[in-house]
């Protein structure tokens, strides 16, 4: 696709095939209007965050903004894609919210948080919707097709349904191994990053059970927000 | 070491040799005796940030606290190690005090904030006062025996001398190439990360007169603080 107008993605959760017309949600129009000032026929990259990226021609002045679809293109949806899934205890204070920015930015695919023995998450509907703004954000900043998934808490004991298959299970874990690679074709990588106050002996032994394998990231202790988003980095880094 | 009372360790810059005593710093003693209500006789770990790490049998109550080195490893200075050294420009807002912390946390050695044509850092005595507390903070959280150490700003123009010797020298990029390995030995690795609007292209060409080599660590784009935190958490996941 060519270049564009805009440093970032629009995210239009609806986008027609090509030719069609859409009207661009009130905060794409304000963030093309006023913060990078576009002008009409100015051509700008969108996504629907469900693996469409499309060309838009935006339109004359009005009080909608509205553009149409040059090109696009669309996920297929049955083609196998490298996808990762954490599952976090609770940090400390309020740094959930720049752990859901970074783990939305470096591509992570469903985020869900998990109530542990040692910590619960508060996750009410400003809390939820705050992430799905973050995890937004995101997605357009870093130019990424996919918008990542912000689950509802879950209870630790009631992951096994939710959890694709995947050979790649791993729990993070001071004393566990390092020097391992991250998976490179496609398909599901998981981890479980434990709560500030770590994981207890039962559920270190339920995800034993459930295949997760102990690994190991730093020398040193992270916290529970750095541990996700060092876990979410290296897996990244596996996908170049 | 054996087991001790408090899950982080202390910050006591001078560390006397075995069987020496030492006045504790206020706020390690205001840890000690108000957070996790230690008692004479306790035993908990410190380190001076510059390597070693002591065993400390705390003493009785007094308006000081005074702790004996019950044992102490001190590194060994002329011995190789395996450290980091990240070049970063300004991230947008006020993300830098995260990413500070997070960096040290993940064992960065040295951060050297960058001023580069497209982005300057605003960093007075108050912004080098609280990026200095956050590293001993993560100094303590992440149970490491090196403090950090965080440089005053520098012109790009004028790294090249404090530049450590190392082959392994890199520009995040994003259309630098992937799967590269962390350096696993001792031994610096040097990273650059350019500044929310990016390198110039005479700073690109710069950096690779001076052997920095392009990497890349995700299939998105990433804000300044999150490729500097990807980066040593990649760096950091060489060294288990």
Redesign the interface.
Known sequence: LPAEVAPSYLWVPELPDTGGEVELPDEEAHYLRRVIRARPGDLALATDGRGALAELRLGGAGRGLRARVERIERLDRAAARRRALLLCGTPEGTRAD?MVE?LA???VDAFQPLDCARGRWRAGPAAMARWARLAVAALR????RVLMEVRKPQAIAEIEPGLPESNHRWVLDPGG???VSPAAGSGWSVAVVGPASGLDPDEKQWLATLGFRPM????????TE?AA??WS??W??G??
């Open positions: 720049w970074k930015e470096l591509g900043q870093s130019r990424r191994p390092g020097g190991c990231l730093s020398d040193g202790r992270l916290r750095t988003v060092a980095a290296w990244a880094s996908g170049i």
